[in-house]
């Protein structure tokens, strides 16, 4: 199989990399890519968000299968245009991606499926956005309607800042504040048949002790050895089974992955968001844990026949990945500063680095052009062994300015 993914993140790389240890796949192309990719894949200069452009380079390389990577191609109606093309692809038409596009829409179907999820009200005037907030309380949950990439979220107890972020996105969500743990579950959906992937945690603010601003994620393990026993089992039958009903009954056959970003509360798993495409930085780990090969998964997403695949089968022990971000992140993060240590980060036992921002500097090295700069993933008989690891090749990047997360999967490691 030949496989083209778009994307140049650390969620594209782990995925690349996937593909480049399934034996039934014998080419890989990306684009637009990342240097960490370039190891394992031809890279391509292209607008990912570009229907056209896509299909040609698809076409061209003769892929049998399409792996869209970030939101911003579904939503843009990449997938649409592969389809309509006859080219296999891994991730849902515009139409149902819009589950991630618009929170709004994604409430109402929640609604119209029954789905467990916090109380919500669309506001658009300060009055609206007044009255919901007080129905709600404290803490306030303020969302952008629309695609922020992870940033367009703000949690407070701080009345003015609500108000403020309500007043700069012009159309909100706001809804009431879901306590307790956070789980990332993957679904891979064919619209008919759907299979779980292993449960993930993520880390989204950006500073230890959930501190500071939220983020697209700081770090991430797999899998939850405290979760429930029977938690996949209750969200298949209590989210997942009746939204793709849902999806199905509006003609939007839902096929690609479904993240669904719970909440375990007290009252039970609530969806706190759902995604249309694989989390960043989760799958970084989830992936790491596969054995199944995961290339003819994904194809029969589109060609169907993801109820023959049965169940997928996971490697024992455990996965945990720190990110590494350039200062400054989230807000507006210094860009451009050469990166040191990758080499010995990746000699490391159990250890690799997955390239999220980054990009060729003139001498042929590595320099920061993103946020998100690298994902270092530690893997281990268990998570305690995965973290040090992990943390052990953290030490060996140089990048100034940098910082990370040093709390990542602490809690559930000490608790082993
Ligand atoms: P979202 O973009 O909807 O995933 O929100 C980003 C992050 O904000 C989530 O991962 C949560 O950490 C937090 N968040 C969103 N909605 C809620 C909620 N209703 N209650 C508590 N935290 C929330
Ligand atoms: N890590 C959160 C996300 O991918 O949306």
Redesign the pocket.
Known sequence: MKALVLGGGGREHALVRALSLDPGVTSIHSAPGNPGISELAENHVLNVTDGLAVTELAARIRAELVVIGPEAPLVSGVADALRDRGIPVFGPDQEAARLEGSKAFAKEVMEAAGVPTAKARVCRTASQVSEALDEFGTPYVVKNDGLAA?KGVVVTEDRALAEQHARECGRVVIEEFLDGPEV?LFVLSDGLHALPLLPAQ?F?RAYDGDQGPNT??MG?YAPLPWAPAGLVDEVMESVVRPTLVEMNRRGKRYQGLL?V?LALTSRGPRVVEF?ARF????TQVVLDRLATPIGAVLQATDTGGLGGIGSLQWKSGAAVTVVVAAENYPGDPVKGDVIGGLDQANAMEGAYVLHAGTDWEGSGGVKASGGRVLNVVGTGIDLRQARERAYEAVARIELRGSFHRTDIAERAAAEL
Request: charged share 30%; glycine share 36%.
């Open positions: 992870g990332s993520d989204k697209g994620g991430a993240y970003g995604n989390g960043d930085p989760e």
